[in-house]
């Protein structure tokens, strides 16, 4: 009789832990179901802020960087001085990519 129940208590404590396994993977489920959605349905947006903010702070530090210089926003001498400064910029960027890949 002992043997039985034993049995039965390890089949008991089989499904148990079945189903806890079941809700913790419905629960994972469930909450990668979330972010995929939520990145469906705002994904470009966020994308699209973060573009214009970038392209903003840029702005504000362009104009900074040639007024420190006497170059008034505006002049042709702004122009120039803001595209030299996109070609820093540009360049930067480049270093830092093959930094990453480890190509420099």
Known sequence: MK???TASNG????????????????AIALFVGALVLHNILYGA????EAVRL???VIGVETKEF???LGISAGSERFAVCSEVLSDARRNEA???????????
Do not use: D, H, M, P
Not at 11 to 26: C, H, P, W
Not at 45 to 48: E, F, L, Y
Not at 94 to 104: M, P, Q, S, V, Y
């Open 94 to 104: 480049t270093r830092r990519a093959g930094n990453a890949a480890g190509i420099l």
């Open 66 to 68: 040639c007024e420190r």
């Open 11 to 26: 089949t008991q404590s089989g499904n148990s832990t079945t189903a806890s396994s079941k809700l913790i993977v419905g």
């Open 3 to 5: 043997a039985g129940s």
């Open 45 to 48: 947006a966020i994308r699209n």
């Open 54 to 56: 970038e392209a903003e």
